[in-house]
Protein backbone atom coordinates (compact mmCIF):
# COMPACT_ATOMS: atom_id res chain seq x y z
CA UNK A 1 0.00 0.00 0.00
CA UNK A 2 2.77 2.16 0.55
CA UNK A 3 6.20 2.34 -0.73
CA UNK A 4 9.28 4.26 0.45
CA UNK A 5 12.08 4.40 -1.04
CA UNK A 6 15.84 5.66 0.45
CA UNK A 7 13.72 8.84 1.02
CA UNK A 8 16.10 11.42 2.90
CA UNK A 9 14.76 14.88 3.95
CA UNK A 10 16.90 17.70 4.87
CA UNK A 11 15.65 20.97 6.24
CA UNK A 12 17.56 24.47 5.88
CA UNK A 13 20.20 22.45 3.80
CA UNK A 14 23.57 24.17 3.64
CA UNK A 15 22.66 26.45 6.23
CA UNK A 16 23.63 26.84 9.92
CA UNK A 17 20.66 25.30 11.17
CA UNK A 18 20.31 22.39 8.73
CA UNK A 19 18.40 19.21 9.70
CA UNK A 20 18.78 15.84 8.34
CA UNK A 21 15.35 14.51 9.98
CA UNK A 22 15.09 11.34 7.97
CA UNK A 23 18.25 10.13 6.23
CA UNK A 24 17.41 7.02 4.13
CA UNK A 25 14.24 5.03 4.73
CA UNK A 26 13.12 2.52 2.71
CA UNK A 27 9.70 1.29 3.86
CA UNK A 28 7.30 -1.02 2.64
CA UNK A 29 3.95 -1.23 4.47
CA UNK A 30 1.30 -3.74 3.19
CA UNK A 31 -2.53 -3.05 2.71
CA UNK A 32 -4.43 -3.30 6.39
CA UNK A 33 -1.27 -3.35 8.47
CA UNK A 34 -1.10 -1.82 11.60
CA UNK A 35 2.53 -0.24 12.37
CA UNK A 36 2.83 1.27 15.12
CA UNK A 37 6.41 3.98 14.93
CA UNK A 38 8.26 4.73 18.34
CA UNK A 39 11.24 6.79 18.83
CA UNK A 40 12.46 9.79 21.09
CA UNK A 41 11.99 13.29 20.35
CA UNK A 42 14.15 14.33 17.15
CA UNK A 43 14.12 10.70 15.51
CA UNK A 44 12.31 11.48 12.46
CA UNK A 45 8.54 9.75 13.20
CA UNK A 46 6.73 13.00 12.18
CA UNK A 47 8.63 13.84 9.41
CA UNK A 48 8.30 10.65 7.83
CA UNK A 49 4.77 10.86 8.29
CA UNK A 50 4.35 13.73 6.65
CA UNK A 51 6.34 12.00 3.99
CA UNK A 52 3.82 9.57 3.26
CA UNK A 53 0.55 12.35 4.09
CA UNK A 54 2.51 15.14 1.74
CA UNK A 55 3.10 17.78 3.83
CA UNK A 56 6.84 17.21 3.74
CA UNK A 57 8.27 16.94 0.21
CA UNK A 58 11.13 14.46 0.35
CA UNK A 59 14.68 16.10 -0.94
CA UNK A 60 15.79 12.78 -2.43
CA UNK A 61 14.05 9.32 -2.77
CA UNK A 62 10.15 7.96 -3.88
CA UNK A 63 6.89 7.62 -2.32
CA UNK A 64 4.27 5.27 -3.68
CA UNK A 65 0.76 4.86 -2.46
CA UNK A 66 -1.13 2.36 -4.19
CA UNK A 67 1.05 1.80 -6.88
CA UNK A 68 0.73 6.21 -7.64
CA UNK A 69 3.87 7.39 -7.71
CA UNK A 70 3.11 10.20 -5.11
CA UNK A 71 6.48 11.91 -4.32
CA UNK A 72 5.46 14.98 -5.61
CA UNK A 73 1.97 15.40 -4.72
CA UNK A 74 1.23 17.55 -2.59
CA UNK A 75 -1.05 16.73 0.42
CA UNK A 76 -4.48 17.61 -0.43
CA UNK A 77 -3.98 15.59 -3.30
CA UNK A 78 -3.59 12.96 -1.15
CA UNK A 79 -6.44 12.81 0.55
CA UNK A 80 -7.89 11.01 -1.52
CA UNK A 81 -6.67 7.47 0.15
CA UNK A 82 -5.28 9.00 3.29
CA UNK A 83 -7.26 10.47 6.41
CA UNK A 84 -4.66 11.87 9.50
CA UNK A 85 -5.70 12.81 13.20
CA UNK A 86 -2.73 15.18 14.54
CA UNK A 87 -1.33 15.29 17.76
CA UNK A 88 -3.34 18.79 17.99
CA UNK A 89 -6.86 18.34 18.42
CA UNK A 90 -7.56 22.05 16.90
CA UNK A 91 -5.33 20.88 13.63
CA UNK A 92 -8.07 17.92 13.43
CA UNK A 93 -11.17 19.82 13.08
CA UNK A 94 -12.25 23.78 12.62
CA UNK A 95 -13.47 25.10 15.85
CA UNK A 96 -15.73 28.01 14.60
CA UNK A 97 -17.90 25.27 12.41
CA UNK A 98 -20.42 23.25 13.86
CA UNK A 99 -20.17 19.04 13.84
CA UNK A 100 -22.42 19.58 11.12
CA UNK A 101 -20.04 21.76 9.26
CA UNK A 102 -17.02 19.34 9.80
CA UNK A 103 -18.14 16.08 9.23
CA UNK A 104 -19.97 17.69 5.55
CA UNK A 105 -16.24 18.39 4.69
CA UNK A 106 -15.06 14.87 5.87
CA UNK A 107 -17.57 13.19 4.14
CA UNK A 108 -16.39 14.37 0.74
CA UNK A 109 -12.86 14.74 1.44
CA UNK A 110 -12.62 12.70 -2.17
CA UNK A 111 -14.81 14.64 -3.89
CA UNK A 112 -14.61 18.37 -5.09
CA UNK A 113 -16.57 20.72 -3.18
CA UNK A 114 -19.23 22.28 -5.39
CA UNK A 115 -22.10 24.87 -4.90
CA UNK A 116 -24.86 23.16 -4.34
CA UNK A 117 -25.87 22.43 -0.33
CA UNK A 118 -25.18 19.12 0.82
CA UNK A 119 -26.32 19.52 4.63
CA UNK A 120 -29.69 17.91 4.17
CA UNK A 121 -31.53 16.11 7.21
CA UNK A 122 -30.29 12.63 5.38
CA UNK A 123 -27.21 13.73 5.89
CA UNK A 124 -27.50 14.66 9.74
CA UNK A 125 -29.57 11.74 10.53
CA UNK A 126 -26.58 9.81 9.16
CA UNK A 127 -23.88 11.74 11.09
CA UNK A 128 -26.06 11.41 14.31
CA UNK A 129 -25.65 7.85 13.72
CA UNK A 130 -22.35 7.49 13.02
CA UNK A 131 -21.72 9.92 16.39
CA UNK A 132 -24.17 7.56 18.75
CA UNK A 133 -21.75 4.90 17.91
CA UNK A 134 -19.47 6.71 20.49
CA UNK A 135 -21.21 7.17 23.12
CA UNK A 136 -20.30 10.25 24.34
CA UNK A 137 -23.68 11.87 23.85
CA UNK A 138 -22.81 13.93 21.12
CA UNK A 139 -25.42 12.82 18.62
CA UNK A 140 -27.72 15.60 20.03
CA UNK A 141 -25.15 18.43 20.03
CA UNK A 142 -24.52 18.62 16.28
CA UNK A 143 -25.37 22.14 15.67
CA UNK A 144 -22.53 23.20 17.91
CA UNK A 145 -19.75 24.76 16.78
CA UNK A 146 -16.52 22.32 17.19
CA UNK A 147 -14.80 24.39 19.61
CA UNK A 148 -16.81 23.87 22.58
CA UNK A 149 -16.02 20.27 22.59
CA UNK A 150 -13.16 18.77 25.41
CA UNK A 151 -9.82 17.54 23.10
CA UNK A 152 -10.98 14.07 23.57
CA UNK A 153 -14.12 14.52 22.68
CA UNK A 154 -12.59 16.18 19.16
CA UNK A 155 -9.86 13.67 18.61
CA UNK A 156 -13.20 10.49 18.62
CA UNK A 157 -14.84 12.93 16.54
CA UNK A 158 -11.53 13.31 13.90
CA UNK A 159 -11.58 9.63 14.10
CA UNK A 160 -14.94 9.27 12.84
CA UNK A 161 -14.70 12.10 10.29
CA UNK A 162 -11.48 9.95 9.05
CA UNK A 163 -13.83 7.23 7.80
CA UNK A 164 -17.03 9.39 6.30
CA UNK A 165 -15.54 9.20 2.75
CA UNK A 166 -13.61 6.15 1.57
CA UNK A 167 -10.39 6.15 3.01
CA UNK A 168 -7.53 3.42 2.75
CA UNK A 169 -4.79 4.84 5.11
CA UNK A 170 -5.06 6.29 8.15
CA UNK A 171 -2.38 7.96 10.07
CA UNK A 172 -2.09 9.38 13.70
CA UNK A 173 0.46 11.36 14.58
CA UNK A 174 0.54 10.88 18.52
CA UNK A 175 -3.11 11.49 18.79
CA UNK A 176 -3.64 11.33 22.43
CA UNK A 177 -0.57 13.00 23.30
CA UNK A 178 -2.73 16.34 24.18
CA UNK A 179 -5.14 13.86 26.24
CA UNK A 180 -5.83 12.99 29.56
CA UNK A 181 -5.75 9.12 30.37
CA UNK A 182 -9.20 8.29 30.18
CA UNK A 183 -9.96 10.23 27.26
CA UNK A 184 -6.46 8.61 25.70
CA UNK A 185 -8.08 5.67 26.30
CA UNK A 186 -11.19 6.08 24.78
CA UNK A 187 -9.49 7.30 21.31
CA UNK A 188 -7.01 4.65 21.19
CA UNK A 189 -9.90 1.90 21.03
CA UNK A 190 -11.76 3.61 18.61
CA UNK A 191 -9.04 4.35 16.28
CA UNK A 192 -8.04 0.20 16.57
CA UNK A 193 -12.04 -0.49 16.20
CA UNK A 194 -12.10 1.71 13.03
CA UNK A 195 -8.85 0.17 12.04
CA UNK A 196 -10.25 -3.72 12.58
CA UNK A 197 -13.43 -2.88 10.67
CA UNK A 198 -12.45 -0.99 7.52
CA UNK A 199 -9.13 -2.65 7.18
CA UNK A 200 -7.27 0.47 6.90
CA UNK A 201 -3.40 0.85 6.22
CA UNK A 202 -2.61 2.75 9.64
CA UNK A 203 0.69 4.50 11.04
CA UNK A 204 0.56 5.45 14.52
CA UNK A 205 3.06 7.47 15.97
CA UNK A 206 3.47 7.26 20.07
CA UNK A 207 5.73 7.91 22.87
CA UNK A 208 3.01 5.61 24.70
CA UNK A 209 4.93 2.38 25.32
CA UNK A 210 2.23 0.87 26.56
CA UNK A 211 -0.51 1.48 23.20
CA UNK A 212 2.32 0.24 20.78
CA UNK A 213 2.82 -2.88 23.26
CA UNK A 214 -0.97 -2.70 22.81
CA UNK A 215 -2.25 -1.56 19.24
CA UNK A 216 -0.91 -2.70 15.79
CA UNK A 217 0.60 -5.56 13.57
CA UNK A 218 4.09 -4.21 13.53
CA UNK A 219 6.37 -1.82 15.93
CA UNK A 220 9.08 0.43 13.97
CA UNK A 221 11.66 2.24 15.68
CA UNK A 222 13.58 5.32 14.61
CA UNK A 223 16.39 7.13 15.38
CA UNK A 224 18.62 9.49 13.76
CA UNK A 225 16.31 9.90 10.81
CA UNK A 226 16.43 5.75 10.27
CA UNK A 227 14.87 3.18 11.34
CA UNK A 228 16.33 0.96 13.91
CA UNK A 229 14.22 -1.93 14.49
CA UNK A 230 11.62 -3.01 12.32
CA UNK A 231 9.29 -6.09 14.05
CA UNK A 232 6.56 -7.40 12.44
CA UNK A 233 3.12 -8.95 13.46
CA UNK A 234 4.94 -12.89 14.46
CA UNK A 235 7.24 -11.62 16.09
CA UNK A 236 5.51 -8.24 18.07
CA UNK A 237 3.31 -10.95 19.73
CA UNK A 238 6.50 -12.16 21.40
CA UNK A 239 7.27 -8.97 22.68
CA UNK A 240 7.07 -7.28 26.36
CA UNK A 241 6.49 -4.27 27.38
CA UNK A 242 10.06 -4.19 28.92
CA UNK A 243 11.29 -5.11 25.62
CA UNK A 244 10.13 -1.89 24.21
CA UNK A 245 11.39 -0.45 27.55
CA UNK A 246 15.33 -1.90 26.88
CA UNK A 247 14.94 -0.06 23.04
CA UNK A 248 15.12 3.50 25.03
CA UNK A 249 17.82 1.85 27.28
CA UNK B 1 -34.37 63.41 8.92
CA UNK B 2 -32.81 63.66 5.46
CA UNK B 3 -29.33 63.71 7.12
CA UNK B 4 -29.91 60.20 8.66
CA UNK B 5 -31.62 59.24 5.30
CA UNK B 6 -28.30 59.93 3.64
CA UNK B 7 -26.78 58.04 6.40
CA UNK B 8 -28.88 54.68 5.49
CA UNK B 9 -28.19 55.08 2.28
CA UNK B 10 -24.74 55.44 2.54
CA UNK B 11 -24.51 52.34 4.67
CA UNK B 12 -26.10 50.47 2.23
CA UNK B 13 -23.71 52.07 -0.69
CA UNK B 14 -21.22 50.43 1.48
CA UNK B 15 -22.47 47.20 2.53
CA UNK B 16 -20.47 45.50 -0.42
CA UNK B 17 -16.91 46.73 1.50
CA UNK B 18 -18.46 45.19 5.16
CA UNK B 19 -19.37 41.76 3.46
CA UNK B 20 -16.13 42.01 1.84
CA UNK B 21 -13.95 42.63 4.79
CA UNK B 22 -16.39 40.01 6.48
CA UNK B 23 -14.94 36.99 4.27
CA UNK B 24 -11.59 38.38 4.21
CA UNK B 25 -10.92 39.04 7.78
CA UNK B 26 -13.68 36.85 9.57
CA UNK B 27 -13.41 33.69 7.11
CA UNK B 28 -10.26 33.85 5.63
CA UNK B 29 -8.33 35.40 9.05
CA UNK B 30 -6.48 37.56 6.33
CA UNK B 31 -5.89 41.45 6.32
CA UNK B 32 -6.93 42.49 3.05
CA UNK B 33 -5.88 46.21 2.67
CA UNK B 34 -6.55 46.10 -1.21
CA UNK B 35 -9.59 47.36 -0.28
CA UNK B 36 -9.01 51.01 -0.91
CA UNK B 37 -8.03 50.38 -4.50
CA UNK B 38 -10.33 47.88 -5.66
CA UNK B 39 -13.51 50.36 -4.03
CA UNK B 40 -12.39 52.87 -6.64
CA UNK B 41 -11.57 50.77 -9.25
CA UNK B 42 -14.93 49.88 -8.78
CA UNK B 43 -15.98 53.44 -9.11
CA UNK B 44 -13.29 54.10 -12.00
CA UNK B 45 -15.20 51.81 -13.66
CA UNK B 46 -18.72 53.17 -13.25
CA UNK B 47 -17.35 56.74 -13.91
CA UNK B 48 -16.02 55.44 -17.42
CA UNK B 49 -18.15 53.36 -18.35
CA UNK B 50 -21.38 55.25 -17.73
CA UNK B 51 -19.75 58.27 -18.87
CA UNK B 52 -19.02 56.33 -22.83
CA UNK B 53 -23.39 55.89 -21.67
CA UNK B 54 -23.00 51.95 -21.19
CA UNK B 55 -25.93 51.08 -19.71
CA UNK B 56 -25.52 50.87 -15.87
CA UNK B 57 -26.01 46.37 -16.22
CA UNK B 58 -23.69 46.24 -18.17
CA UNK B 59 -21.40 48.60 -16.13
CA UNK B 60 -21.59 46.21 -13.09
CA UNK B 61 -20.58 42.81 -14.30
CA UNK B 62 -17.39 44.83 -15.61
CA UNK B 63 -16.97 46.10 -12.07
CA UNK B 64 -17.53 42.66 -10.29
CA UNK B 65 -14.48 40.96 -12.64
CA UNK B 66 -11.91 43.90 -12.07
CA UNK B 67 -12.29 43.87 -8.63
CA UNK B 68 -12.21 40.02 -8.29
CA UNK B 69 -8.80 40.21 -10.68
CA UNK B 70 -7.31 42.50 -7.87
CA UNK B 71 -8.22 40.49 -5.33
CA UNK B 72 -7.17 37.21 -7.27
CA UNK B 73 -3.52 39.08 -7.55
CA UNK B 74 -3.38 40.18 -3.82
CA UNK B 75 -4.00 36.53 -3.32
CA UNK B 76 -1.58 35.60 -5.73
CA UNK B 77 0.97 37.28 -4.23
CA UNK B 78 0.24 36.55 -0.86
CA UNK B 79 0.07 32.72 -1.05
CA UNK B 80 2.10 31.47 -4.36
CA UNK B 81 5.04 34.43 -3.54
CA UNK B 82 4.26 33.84 0.56
CA UNK B 83 4.56 37.16 0.78
CA UNK B 84 2.78 38.85 3.99
CA UNK B 85 -1.05 39.44 3.44
CA UNK B 86 -1.08 43.08 4.93
CA UNK B 87 1.47 43.96 2.32
CA UNK B 88 0.62 41.64 -0.50
CA UNK B 89 -2.52 43.82 -0.20
CA UNK B 90 -0.85 47.50 0.26
CA UNK B 91 1.37 46.64 -3.01
CA UNK B 92 -1.99 45.77 -4.87
CA UNK B 93 -3.50 49.03 -3.51
CA UNK B 94 -0.64 51.38 -4.46
CA UNK B 95 -0.23 49.69 -7.90
CA UNK B 96 -4.01 50.59 -8.27
CA UNK B 97 -4.05 53.79 -7.39
CA UNK B 98 -1.91 54.68 -10.73
CA UNK B 99 -4.02 52.01 -12.68
CA UNK B 100 -7.21 53.69 -11.89
CA UNK B 101 -6.12 57.53 -12.80
CA UNK B 102 -5.22 55.78 -15.95
CA UNK B 103 -8.08 54.32 -16.10
CA UNK B 104 -10.43 58.01 -15.45
CA UNK B 105 -7.80 59.97 -17.64
CA UNK B 106 -8.88 62.51 -14.80
CA UNK B 107 -8.82 62.90 -11.05
CA UNK B 108 -12.86 63.17 -11.24
CA UNK B 109 -15.05 61.83 -13.11
CA UNK B 110 -18.80 63.99 -13.14
CA UNK B 111 -21.58 61.70 -13.90
CA UNK B 112 -24.21 64.92 -14.82
CA UNK B 113 -27.25 63.13 -15.79
CA UNK B 114 -26.23 60.01 -16.99
CA UNK B 115 -28.66 56.98 -16.58
CA UNK B 116 -27.45 55.09 -13.41
CA UNK B 117 -29.24 52.25 -11.56
CA UNK B 118 -31.37 54.86 -9.33
CA UNK B 119 -32.53 55.75 -12.55
CA UNK B 120 -33.15 52.60 -14.14
CA UNK B 121 -36.41 52.17 -12.14
CA UNK B 122 -39.10 54.39 -10.47
CA UNK B 123 -40.59 52.90 -7.63
CA UNK B 124 -41.47 55.87 -5.73
CA UNK B 125 -41.86 59.55 -6.37
CA UNK B 126 -39.13 60.54 -3.80
CA UNK B 127 -35.99 60.29 -5.52
CA UNK B 128 -34.27 59.54 -2.42
CA UNK B 129 -36.78 57.07 -1.10
CA UNK B 130 -36.56 55.69 -4.99
CA UNK B 131 -32.65 55.22 -4.30
CA UNK B 132 -33.39 53.40 -0.40
CA UNK B 133 -35.56 50.64 -2.55
CA UNK B 134 -33.51 49.86 -5.21
CA UNK B 135 -30.11 49.59 -2.74
CA UNK B 136 -32.33 47.37 -0.53
CA UNK B 137 -33.13 45.16 -3.50
CA UNK B 138 -29.67 44.96 -4.89
CA UNK B 139 -28.06 44.77 -1.33
CA UNK B 140 -30.10 42.18 -0.25
CA UNK B 141 -29.84 39.75 -3.32
CA UNK B 142 -25.80 40.39 -2.55
CA UNK B 143 -26.39 39.18 0.80
CA UNK B 144 -28.83 36.57 -0.45
CA UNK B 145 -25.90 35.15 -3.11
CA UNK B 146 -22.93 35.44 -0.36
CA UNK B 147 -25.30 33.50 2.05
CA UNK B 148 -26.03 30.91 -0.02
CA UNK B 149 -22.37 30.19 -1.46
CA UNK B 150 -21.52 30.26 2.41
CA UNK B 151 -24.00 27.49 2.96
CA UNK B 152 -22.78 25.29 0.00
CA UNK B 153 -19.83 22.62 0.28
CA UNK B 154 -17.74 25.42 -1.36
CA UNK B 155 -18.55 27.74 1.91
CA UNK B 156 -17.84 25.36 4.10
CA UNK B 157 -14.57 24.63 2.85
CA UNK B 158 -13.57 28.33 2.77
CA UNK B 159 -15.02 28.59 6.24
CA UNK B 160 -12.56 25.85 7.65
CA UNK B 161 -9.61 27.29 5.40
CA UNK B 162 -9.20 30.64 7.38
CA UNK B 163 -10.14 28.29 10.59
CA UNK B 164 -7.83 25.09 10.74
CA UNK B 165 -5.83 25.05 7.59
CA UNK B 166 -3.98 21.83 8.18
CA UNK B 167 -7.41 20.33 8.35
CA UNK B 168 -8.95 21.54 5.58
CA UNK B 169 -5.67 20.43 3.74
CA UNK B 170 -6.19 17.20 4.62
CA UNK B 171 -9.60 16.80 3.54
CA UNK B 172 -8.93 17.90 0.26
CA UNK B 173 -8.81 21.30 -0.28
CA UNK B 174 -6.23 23.18 -1.59
CA UNK B 175 -5.89 26.12 0.61
CA UNK B 176 -4.02 28.28 -2.09
CA UNK B 177 -6.08 28.51 -4.29
CA UNK B 178 -9.09 28.90 -2.00
CA UNK B 179 -7.81 31.91 -0.41
CA UNK B 180 -7.31 33.55 -3.76
CA UNK B 181 -10.84 32.63 -4.73
CA UNK B 182 -12.28 33.87 -1.57
CA UNK B 183 -9.89 37.47 -1.68
CA UNK B 184 -11.46 37.63 -5.30
CA UNK B 185 -14.86 37.35 -4.22
CA UNK B 186 -14.36 39.82 -1.20
CA UNK B 187 -12.89 42.31 -3.75
CA UNK B 188 -15.35 41.90 -6.22
CA UNK B 189 -17.79 42.84 -3.36
CA UNK B 190 -15.62 45.51 -2.06
CA UNK B 191 -15.54 47.27 -6.26
CA UNK B 192 -19.74 46.80 -6.38
CA UNK B 193 -19.28 48.93 -3.16
CA UNK B 194 -17.63 51.54 -5.02
CA UNK B 195 -20.32 50.77 -8.32
CA UNK B 196 -23.03 51.75 -5.70
CA UNK B 197 -21.14 54.84 -4.07
CA UNK B 198 -20.52 56.18 -7.83
CA UNK B 199 -23.79 56.23 -9.09
CA UNK B 200 -25.07 57.16 -5.62
CA UNK B 201 -23.05 60.52 -5.43
CA UNK B 202 -23.08 61.45 -8.78
CA UNK B 203 -19.01 61.38 -9.57
CA UNK B 204 -16.18 59.02 -9.46
CA UNK B 205 -13.69 60.47 -7.71
CA UNK B 206 -9.66 59.18 -7.52
CA UNK B 207 -9.32 59.92 -3.67
CA UNK B 208 -12.45 58.38 -2.88
CA UNK B 209 -11.20 54.43 -1.22
CA UNK B 210 -8.30 56.82 1.19
CA UNK B 211 -9.23 55.10 4.14
CA UNK B 212 -11.80 53.41 3.24
CA UNK B 213 -11.01 49.83 4.72
CA UNK B 214 -12.22 51.09 8.08
CA UNK B 215 -15.26 51.98 7.04
CA UNK B 216 -15.96 48.05 6.63
CA UNK B 217 -13.45 46.83 9.70
CA UNK B 218 -15.82 48.87 11.36
CA UNK B 219 -18.64 47.23 10.03
CA UNK B 220 -17.38 43.92 10.88
CA UNK B 221 -16.47 44.71 14.64
CA UNK B 222 -19.87 46.25 15.22
CA UNK B 223 -21.43 43.38 13.81
CA UNK B 224 -18.69 40.83 15.87
CA UNK B 225 -19.85 42.52 18.92
CA UNK B 226 -23.38 41.31 18.85
CA UNK B 227 -22.23 38.14 17.34
CA UNK B 228 -20.41 37.48 20.35
CA UNK B 229 -23.21 38.94 22.60
CA UNK B 230 -25.53 36.91 21.27
CA UNK B 231 -23.35 34.05 20.60
CA UNK B 232 -24.77 34.06 17.32
CA UNK B 233 -23.83 30.73 15.05
CA UNK B 234 -26.09 31.05 11.51
CA UNK B 235 -24.78 32.71 8.72
CA UNK B 236 -27.58 34.52 7.92
CA UNK B 237 -27.72 36.42 10.99
CA UNK B 238 -24.08 37.13 10.94
CA UNK B 239 -24.63 38.45 7.90
CA UNK B 240 -27.32 40.96 8.15
CA UNK B 241 -25.80 41.75 11.26
CA UNK B 242 -22.96 42.81 9.18
CA UNK B 243 -25.04 44.79 6.85
CA UNK B 244 -26.80 46.34 10.00
CA UNK B 245 -22.72 47.40 11.25
CA UNK B 246 -22.03 48.84 8.19
CA UNK B 247 -25.52 51.41 8.28
CA UNK B 248 -24.73 51.93 12.38
CA UNK B 249 -21.07 53.08 11.11
CA UNK B 250 -22.98 56.17 8.64
CA UNK B 251 -25.39 56.69 11.35
CA UNK B 252 -22.39 57.59 13.85
CA UNK B 253 -20.85 59.43 11.68
CA UNK B 254 -24.15 61.44 10.34
CA UNK B 255 -24.52 62.16 14.53
CA UNK B 256 -20.75 63.52 14.95
CA UNK B 257 -21.41 65.92 12.06
CA UNK B 258 -25.43 66.90 12.88
CA UNK B 259 -23.51 67.45 16.43
CA UNK B 260 -21.45 70.25 14.68
CA UNK B 261 -17.88 68.54 14.53
CA UNK B 262 -15.77 69.70 12.06
CA UNK B 263 -15.85 67.31 8.78
CA UNK B 264 -11.94 67.78 8.62
CA UNK B 265 -11.39 65.88 11.67
CA UNK B 266 -14.44 63.10 10.37
CA UNK B 267 -11.31 60.32 9.73
CA UNK B 268 -10.12 61.16 12.85
CA UNK B 269 -13.49 60.40 14.97
CA UNK B 270 -13.77 57.30 12.36
CA UNK B 271 -10.62 55.95 14.25
CA UNK B 272 -11.52 56.63 17.83
CA UNK B 273 -15.03 54.97 17.23
CA UNK B 274 -13.67 51.85 15.88
CA UNK B 275 -11.15 51.91 18.15
CA UNK B 276 -13.63 51.86 21.19
CA UNK B 277 -15.78 49.43 19.99
CA UNK B 278 -12.54 47.30 19.91
CA UNK B 279 -11.52 47.96 23.34
CA UNK B 280 -15.41 48.91 25.01
CA UNK B 281 -15.62 44.60 25.70
CA UNK B 282 -12.33 44.18 26.52
CA UNK B 283 -12.25 47.05 29.10
CA UNK B 284 -15.35 45.42 30.14
CA UNK B 285 -13.84 41.90 30.61
CA UNK B 286 -10.75 43.17 32.10
CA UNK B 287 -13.33 44.47 35.25
CA UNK B 288 -15.11 41.59 35.37
CA UNK B 289 -11.78 39.24 36.40
Known amino acids: MIDIKNVHKIFNKGKANQVDAVNGIDLHINTGEFVVVIGSNGSGKTTLLNLVAGSVIPSSGTVSIDGNDVTNMPDYKRSQWIARVFQNPLSGTASDLSILDNFRLAAIRTKSKGLSIGVDEAFKKQVKEKIATLGMGLENKIAQPMGTLSGGQRQALTLLMSIMDTCQVLLLDEPTAALDPRSADVVMKTADKLVKDFKLTSILITHNLKDAYNYGTRIIQMGEGVILKDVDAAHKAKLTQHDLFDWFG | ?289
Not at chain 2, 22 to 46: E, H, R
Not at chain 2, 50 to 71: E, K, S, W
Not at chain 2, 142 to 164: C, E, H, P, Q, V
Request: aromatic share 10%.
Open chain 2, 1 to 289: MDFYLTALLQGLCFSGIALGIYISMKIFNIPDITTDGSYTLGGAFTGVLLLHNQPTYIVLPVVIFAGAIAGALTGIIHTKLKINALLAGILVMTALYSINLKLMGRSNIPLNSKPTIFSLLNLVNNPNQNTFWILLAFVALITLIIGYLLKTDFGIAMRATGNSESMIRALGVNTDRMKITGLAIANALTATSGYLMTQYQGFADISMGIGIVIYGLGSVIIAEAFINWFRVTSIWLSLVLVLFGAIIFQFVLAFTLSIGVDATLLKLVTAVFVLLIVSLPRLTYNRSL
